[in-house]
């Protein structure tokens, strides 16, 4: 595989990661809109992808869209509702992440 797929490849995974020991909400958010970023870039990066101006409308539209507009309307609906910040886990962040690097691990398997 190319170097830049596999460098997002492994940034997607530790994103997930993230997500799954984070309990601030618009943390969430954001490692949620870091992963759109990463996988508009990932189209651009894989191995046999042509890059054409398509391909450059696609990554800039879904970046903007995944990357931006989402988050950004999701954080000011969080604000304007007053929402509490924080998440309830129904088990705990690390068995939450030992839980995750399981089925992760089982998922290459």
Request: hydrophobic share 60%.
């Amino acid at each position: 595989m190319n170097p830049w797929a596999d460098t997002i490849a492994v940034s997607l995974v530790m994103t997930g990661f993230l997500l799954l020991g984070s309990s601030r909400i618009s943390a969430c958010i954001r490692f949620v809109a870091l992963q759109g970023i990463l996988l508009a870039l990932l189209t651009v990066a894989a191995p046999d992808a042509t890059v054409s101006s398509a391909t450059v409308i696609l990554v800039l539209t879904t970046a903007a869209v995944k990357g931006f507009l989402l988050p950004w309307l999701l954080l000011r609906a969080l604000r304007d509702a007053d929402v509490r910040r924080e998440v309830d886990p129904l088990i705990s962040y690390n068995l939450s992440i030992i839980a995750g690097a399981v089925i992760f691990g089982v998922s290459l398997w």
